[in-house]
């Protein structure tokens, strides 16, 4: 499949939670983008970070090698980890190459933001800061 650069990163934060969520294609020509959200997330003092692959059209060995290395950096860095299963066909990947076994998905793929059920409270304050 070649390369493309359709990839939106959405960003939603709720007190001490970083959600990001990706929608598109996860290649070559796109991880970069989301490598830098999604490590600006496990770096700057979140001590919870969703990554939600509810949305994930594509995924190849740059998508694995994204999940795997946040898994690494959140446990260095003591920050919870958790992943949004992606489709049928992404989760395939994961676990044809027994990356599944390695990377914290999340137990109930309801917990996707992406897919219009929010899974964070709203604040009196008005509810999370959304960024895009």
């Known amino acids: 499949m070649p390369a493309t650069t359709d990839l939106d990163v959405t960003v939603l934060d709720d ?13 070559i020509a796109t991880v970069g983008r989301a490598e830098v959200v999604l490590l600006d997330a496990l770096l700057t003092g979140y001590e919870t970070v969703v990554l939600d692959l ?25 920050v919870r980890f958790v992943v949004v299963p992606g489709p049928p066909h992404v989760q395939r990947i994961f676990a044809l190459t027994g990356v599944a076994s390695v990377v914290p998905f999340a137990a109930r793929p309801r917990l996707s933001f992406s897919n219009g059920a929010s899974p964070i409270p709203r604040s009196a304050e008005g509810g999370p800061h959304v960024h895009g």
Do not use: E, I, K, W
């Open 15 to 27: 007190d001490t939670t970083r959600f990001v969520a990706l929608r598109g294609d996860v290649d």
């Open 54 to 78: 509810a949305r994930v059209t594509f995924l190849d060995s740059c998508g694995l090698h994204l999940a795997m290395n946040a898994t690494q950096v959140a446990a260095a860095q003591g």
